[in-house]
């Protein structure tokens, strides 16, 4: 294998696939990148089995030349080296040749380095996914999907399958949850496909899709979405993302949403989140994060929080429209200021079913999102 | 105590003084700041007794009014919530009135917090200090003086004289040295002051000095400089930064400076710096951090690093002058890059003794500072 290629193209490759090689690898070749070079272009793989990342450089790139493929062939190099050194050669163009025993000679300016490459023949095969029903998504609707819902997933290993988040495809609406037995965030979107085209209890780690939405660009590209077996595969336009799947089965959460309500809000969403925000600095000190609401007379609430050593915050709110009976509620401040924070609408609406059953939030003109706190049984 | 004052203006006093609070203060009162209110202003205090900063918010700004002082007094509220709570009050405005037993009522729009406040009488006092003998220096010069040699202190309490820097003023030269017994950085500088004026044996933390750095503005306003007893007072505008000196003596560094050298290097500063950064990758992965220099027959030297499981790196870097003997060393890229960011100059100036003899470098257009690093005995 040998060639020389633009510093700058061979960097965003290896940064885009590096987060999928292992970090403390059981063995070596986990924490490797693999080059796979022919006269096409470079194919960059890293995988620590759990999710893998691909990568192909073209040789060219509309009128300019982006790699010169002297001769064919594969290695693998180091990730944690590698990913450090490219950025920092000191040319804009990065020779790659490899000898005898995968040695590896790196050539850029006056820096020369040798390097020991590993077989790639070790390297782990990539699971081979049928490309037949492919599910299209707009970029920035899929990195919503993924920002509002997954915080709501659980971090404890002792029920892994709550760790990600259940993605189900039925009669073009693609919905994803998440929950922690606290809380839950759903969020569902109409996706342009065939009616056929369906899939459930598609569950995919929080922190893998954390990772699959750093890679989606902010321009709307389309995201092909495959599931088969055990897999997940997005395709970001030369990006290829595999996600094992997590076993198991997703609770269904369809019971969990309350159908009806007891009282009803609608409040502005900045100052909702700015007085929960103080009210959390205070009851953060006593470690329960425990914040009361209430409903006042003359309309509006109060939200409060207090500390034995530090004191009490107390805010009023104004609220745009208040139905129903009077309440009085205790929650987890925390819980309530991630949804808040994920909720892009200027007003949103809460409804109560009582001191004792869940709180539902709704972004006031996004009827698709719905998010669920239980609330805390307090005493007063 | 009674007032209403601008958000802002008490926002910047408490973020100024609250890195003097204690973050687990061994009593309460440490990790509180008091408010100080007379009809002139608003003195903030904060003391962990090593450091203590103050801050004077005068009623009147220019034209505007800052505060509002209905009556006068003192309380001392916790500083890890003030810090925070009072930066995201709602109004451009707060009213702040100390009750019975120090309660204290915090109100600013819709939000009204009622917190523990604590007995003022129970804070520490801080140092009385005369300001007869004031040394002014720059606001620039004195954040390069502690950038410049603070970096190379110990970070070993075994030798706590050493967490410290040195800072001397004699016959209007002020120099701050810095030393881990495995490196020195020494940099003096001419300050306007009268040939009377003058202290020895002055050591301060090198992390308060880091502090003290970050207290004064960009803007090259004068700070003045004031030592007595086992205290250094400095005041940066409306700030006052006392900070208690290091017990014991600092070792006398003068000698370990070489008067002579076999070999001389001059280079440019910034591909020195790349080429050992390069290097460092590699030679962290064994833990040492060794680089090995070289000087080439043609000129020039060679800059390399190994490692048993990754490779090795070579660098070649033009010297715009080598003069002297022919050498072969092996140091601590850290400690070479922790000189190298340091230093403004395009080229530096590195002298050698030889092998095992301290490395002297100097930025090429500045002789007022030297950087000393010791090598690595190294075999081969």
Known sequence: MKLSIAKNELNDAIQQVAKAASTRPAIPILGGIKFDVTHQGITLTASDT???????????????????????????????????????????????????????????????????????EEFPVLPSIEQSDVLQIPGDLLKSLIRQTVFAASTSEQTPILTGALVNLFEGELRFVATDRHRLANRSAHVDTLPSLRFSNVVISAKTLNELSRLIPDASALVEMVVADNQALFKIGSVLFYSRLLDGTYPDTSKIIPQSYKTELVVDTKKLT??????????????????????????????????????????????????????????????????????????????????????IIRPAD?????YIILPYRTTG
């Open 50 to 120: 759990d999710i893998s990342i691909q990568s192909f450089i073209p040789v060219e790139s509309g009128d300019s030349i982006v790699a010169k493929v002297d001769k064919p062939g594969s290695v693998v190099l180091p990730s944690k080296f590698i990913v450090e050194i490219v950025k920092k050669l000191p040319s804009d163009e990065v020779e790659i040749e490899v000898g005898e025993q995968f040695i590896t000679m790196i050539r850029s300016g006056s820096t020369d380095i040798q390097m020991v490459g590993l077989d790639p």
């Open 274 to 359: 700015d007085a929960i925000d103080r009210a959390y600095l205070m009851s953060r000190e006593e470690k329960t994060n425990i914040v009361r609401l209430i409903t006042l007379e003359h309309g509006g609430i109060e939200i409060s929080s207090s500390s034995s050593e530090l004191g009490r915050v107390t805010e009023q709110l104004e609220a745009f429209k208040m139905e129903g009976e009077a309440l009085r509620i205790a929650f987890n401040s925390k819980y309530m200021l991630d949804v808040l924070k994920v909720i892009d609408s200027e007003q949103l609406n809460i409804q109560f079913t009582g001191a004792m059953s869940p709180i």
């Open 366 to 370: 996004h009827p698709h999102s719905t």
